[in-house]
């Protein structure tokens, strides 16, 4: 059995992006929200991610900007430390280490070099006691620094970061506890509690929910489990203080904010409505609805010009300050439990599960980005607890991704169930899915499976469902037999099976489609869909079957059954016997699409175990214990865009595909092998700066010629010109390119570094004579040439010419070049004036 050494489990896009108040930048183009383990920093224009500042350990509990430099931001993590970021360019400044987990975050302009953080009381071991504490962050130059300078500031706080909030520019710091409001002023150290009775006289609850303070007066706002938001004033003597009561929320305020000004309170909840409260003119208000899910979170930016809410279905929505929505950021959405299994489409390649109430998401894992949302139920969602609507329970996609089928179904309490069956058509012109068949009340009861045939050819033709009722349908793509110009082809029921009155609870195809095996409680059935004739069946020990897959490849003669009983069975279709049984709590089986290999998920003590192996080996390909806390439900596996070359024998199961599963928290982890990880780091190393000139204008013009200067070098005879030298270690160059722009020298400075590396420059002035006389000598023998070439031309020596004067030529004096190039110079002097004074 092979251990997991070099596979690692990894979080894989889908975290939560609501889980804590995002934050805006200053100019408001940078949107800053946790998720998980790291921070993204989205564009508010474009809603594409920027940046991930990942380092942290566990989960980030916070993000905040800097109240002295709104370019950096201060992140706090479960992790017990807080970290400076430098979002813009997603560069880590420095990580303080508190030791301690850390719940909520803040800071305020009036205190500079102190932060507040909300951790667990030292003296509590359960750490369902919470204090504020003022961590003083010590000035030092190293990256890692030991932060443990921390005084207490109030004491039983709640762990909830909207239940606590700066006033008055820092002046005081409120904290709300279920029925209490405590106010904590810094100046004269001193605190004063206020509080309200459990119940008002109409029945409403009073508990605080989240609470706001005015920017510039002295007011806070606090929000009710009965919907009023309450404005708290005079709370300087504690028995003065008044408050005036607004309410338009039908539910719990989840969510307060006052503008950068103070002219305006927004208020959000259940409703998913943003309202919008003229200060001091409470009658006047505007409304903002139908942003999505329930709002839990509100965020200004500084300047006021956008507004952000963050919404229960992991929605983060970009509001303009004219009440207009301009952007929508969406996560993975996940809600208490998911209906559906987790699917793959076959043409997106997206992962396909339950998204918002009543439709289907199709989320991109390698971009970690919604793609789109498909409106199974078509009907407007009614946001109150208790009322019944349809939800979308199944679904399924055919082997081209050509087809969709889902399952609708709605219980009310005096009522039968109701059920739908829709079939979904791609179409090519739209690129999405289309509603082509709906079959109301396909089964009298629940339906339990849902699957289409293994067709590659994308000719899909059929669909089998099973269900409570204790039979099987397959339904059939046919023709109508009225056709007309604009109706197209339309699912009906071609055939009913049954059991012995059994139960059916799953169902399957073979790898080329030629079987169908359907399970009966303890029984399981196969059938071969061309005449719907029952070919065999398969008994096994006590205990209902949960799970049935058949083999892939070279394993497709195996059946696979995990039951109740916590065994796991396995059938040769061959033989018609059982090839092997063991015992193993298994709550999840699936198959690799694109390799012989089998993941089970086997819950035992508590934890969820991973058996990776071949059907027809009794050896596991790879294990894995102690996956994560629960039983795991939802697993598939995705093919990847570029087969992997692994020689490990512990790896070589994800060469394929990638396997996703989601953890009982609703976590999408994954796996990753050591050589994914080398090969994303290397990536990542190739995005630092390196030494040579970037591919900007300057080097269109300047690099490209000096790349060919040095793989053509000039002959000696050329003028030879160097830059002025750079320094030989490029580490200084590297870690001035990648410092952040706030620590950088003046622009002067650098300006006039950057021009003085562009001139150039010779050795020293001799060498520049040299060259000169270099030149002239070889532009006069150039000249020489030409003109011994014209004189040949011209002049012709006679055929018959003495010896004597032939004799006399050859012993004339050679010239020197010196003599030459003066002798040339005469020659091109004008001499027409001596002509004139001869003819005189």
């Not at 208020?267 to 903002?288: A, I």
């Not at 339906?447 to 009722?469: E, K, N, W, Y």
Request: hydrophobic residues 35%; glycine residues 6%; proline residues 5%.
């Amino acid at each position: 059995m092979v251990e997991h050494g070099d596979v690692r489990v990894v979080h894989k896009g889908g975290s939560k992006i609501n889980f804590r108040e995002p934050a805006l930048s200053i100019d408001s183009r940078f949107l800053l929200c946790t998720s998980g383990d790291c921070v993204k920093v989205f564009s508010t224009s474009t809603e594409e991610c920027l940046h991930e500042l990942q380092g942290h350990t566990d989960l980030v509990t916070g993000v905040l900007l800097r109240p002295s430099n709104h370019l950096q931001a201060y992140s706090c993590s479960l992790d017990g430390t807080v970290r400076l970021w430098d979002f813009t360019d997603g560069i880590l400044i420095r990580t303080y280490v508190i030791g301690y987990p850390i719940y909520g975050i803040y800071a305020s302009a009036k205190h500079e070099g102190v932060i507040f953080i909300i951790t667990p009381m030292h003296t509590d071991t359960n750490s369902e006691l919470f204090q504020l504490v003022a961590l003083h962050l010590p000035q030092s130059g190293e990256q890692l620094v030991e932060a443990r300078e921390l005084s207490a500031v109030l004491s039983n706080v709640s762990s909830n970061p909207a239940a606590t909030a700066f006033g008055r520019e820092g002046q005081y710091i409120v904290s709300a506890k279920p029925l209490q409001l405590e106010v904590y002023f810094f100046k004269k150290q001193k605190s004063y509690s206020f509080y309200l009775k459990k119940d008002n006289q109409k029945g409403g609850k009073n508990t605080f929910t989240c609470i706001t303070c005015h920017p510039t007066e002295d007011c806070i706002a606090s929000g009710h489990e009965d919907g009023k938001i309450r404005l708290w004033r005079n709370f300087n003597h504690k028995k003065e203080y008044t408050y005036s009561t607004l309410h338009w929320h039908h539910s719990a305020v989840s969510s307060l904010r006052f503008t950068p000004e103070g002219t305006n309170l927004l208020s959000g909840g259940v409703e998913s409505v943003l309202v919008q409260w003229r200060y001091n003119q409470e009658s006047q208000r505007d409304f903002l609805p139908r942003l999505g899910g329930a709002i839990t979170h509100i965020s200004v930016s500084p300047d006021g010009a956008l507004f952000c809410t963050s919404h229960s279905d992991n929605k983060i929505t970009i509001i303009q300050s004219c009440v207009k929505v301009s952007a929508v950021i969406q996560g993975l959405v996940k809600g208490d439990s998911i209906r559906t299994d987790l699917m793959i489409d076959p043409r997106s390649k997206a992962l396909v599960l339950n998204g918002k109430p009543g439709h289907l998401q199709f989320y991109s894992l390698q971009r970690d980005k919604l793609l789109f949302n498909l409106d199974i139920v078509q009907q407007e969602y009614i946001h109150e607890s208790g009322l019944q609507q349809f939800e979308v329970v199944k679904a399924a996609f055919d082997a081209g991704g050509s087809w969709l089928a889902t399952i609708e179904e709605r219980k009310q309490k005096d009522a039968e169930l109701e059920l739908n069956l829709k079939l979904w058509a791609f179409d090519d012109q739209t690129q999405g899915f289309v509603l082509n068949t709906t079959i109301s009340a396909p089964h009298e009861a629940q339906i339990t499976a849902l699957c289409f045939p293994h067709v590659s050819d994308g000719q899909t033709t059929m669909l089998v469902s099973t269900s409570r009722d204790g039979h099987f349908k397959a339904w059939q793509l046919a023709a109508p037999a009225h056709t007309e110009a604009d109706e197209g082809p339309s699912w009906s029921c071609d055939f009913v099976g049954a059991y012995h009155s059994l139960v059916p609870e799953c169902c399957c195809f073979s790898a080329d489609s030629s079987l169908l095996a359907v399970s009966f409680q303890e029984v399981v059935t196969v059938w071969t869909p061309a005449s719907w004739e029952l070919l065999t069946t398969l008994s096994q020990p006590p205990g209902t079957i949960r799970d049935l897959c058949f083999g892939r490849l070279s394993c497709s003669k195996y059946l696979l059954a995990a039951t109740t009983s916590k065994l796991l069975c396995c059938w040769n279709l061959l033989t018609c016997s059982l090839e092997w049984i063991t015992s193993m709590d298994t709550s999840l089986l699936r198959a690799d699409p694109l390799s012989e290999n089998m993941a089970a998920f086997c819950f035992e003590a508590g934890s969820t175990d991973l058996f990776v192996f071949k059907p027809s080996e009794p050896r596991p390909l790879f294990s894995h214990k102690a996956l994560c806390s629960g039983r795991v439900t939802h697993a598939v596996f995705a093919p990847r865009e570029a087969m992997l070359e692994s020689c490990d024998e512990s790896s070589q199961w994800l060469n394929s595909s990638h396997l996703f599963f989601l953890s009982p928290s609703m976590d999408l982890l994954t796996f990753i092998t050591k050589a994914e990880e080398d090969r994303l780091m290397a990536s990542n190393k190739q995005l630092v700066v390196s030494d040579d000139v970037a591919m900007t204008p300057f080097h269109l013009l300047l690099g490209k010629h000096q790349k060919q200067q040095q793989e053509n070098p000039q002959p000696e005879s050329r003028l030879s010109v160097e830059p002025i030298p750079q320094p030989s270690s490029s580490s200084g160059i590297n870690e001035l390119l990648q410092m952040p722009a706030h620590v950088l020298p003046s622009a002067s400075f650098l300006c006039s570094m950057f021009v003085q590396s562009l001139l150039i420059s010779v050795k020293d002035p001799s060498a520049s004579e040299q060259n000169k006389e270099k030149e002239e000598e070889m532009e006069s023998e150039k000249e020489e040439e030409d003109s011994d070439g014209e004189m040949e031309s011209r002049i012709s020596r006679p055929e018959h010419m003495p010896s004597g004067g032939q004799d006399s030529v050859c012993a004339a004096p050679t010239l020197t070049k010196e003599e030459a190039r003066k002798l040339r110079r005469l020659k091109k002097l004008d001499h027409s004036w001596m002509k004139g004074l001869l003819d005189k």
